[in-house]
């Protein structure tokens, strides 16, 4: 069975950083693209980032270019969210997700991601 875990979130000051991890296990991280979603209270759940199975290519939201990045490491079968510059509007629980594919769209849909991990919460407050 195809299981992810996410690890990683907390509480942060303005600007600070943070790491999230998202760790497989039931497949092998090599074959499929990987995308973190967020979710604050009270609003729809937002595609944040995607990367392809071979880190090729990534995607990532307006709200986060230019401070987030994302990074697989393929023989660990885990993928990164560095979040960098942090705002208290990125606040919000974040789920990592598997599609059946190796590749990223334009536009990440929630409907195209079949796995998701139980979500860590992100917390950004002075």
């Known amino acids: 069975q195809l299981q992810l875990v996410e690890s990683g979130g907390g509480l942060v000051q303005p600007g600070g950083s943070l790491r999230l991890s998202c760790a497989a296990s039931?497949?092998?991280?090599?074959?499929?693209?990987t995308g973190w979603f967020r979710q604050a209270p009270g609003k729809e759940r937002e595609g944040v980032s995607c990367?392809?199975?071979?880190?090729?290519?990534?995607n990532f939201a307006d709200s986060v270019k230019g401070r987030f990045t994302i990074s697989r490491d393929n023989a660990k079968n885990t993928v990164y969210l560095q979040m960098n510059s942090l705002k208290p509007e990125d606040t919000a629980v974040y789920y990592c997700?598997?599609?059946?594919?190796?590749?990223?769209?334009?536009?990440?849909?929630?409907?195209?991601?079949?796995?998701w991990g139980q979500g860590t919460q992100v917390t950004v407050s002075s």
């Open positions: 990367i392809s199975s071979s880190g090729g290519t990534t």
């Open positions: 997700a598997a599609p059946p594919v190796s590749g990223c769209s334009d536009f990440m849909v929630v409907s195209d991601y079949h796995y």
């Open positions: 039931g497949f092998s991280r090599a074959y499929y693209a």
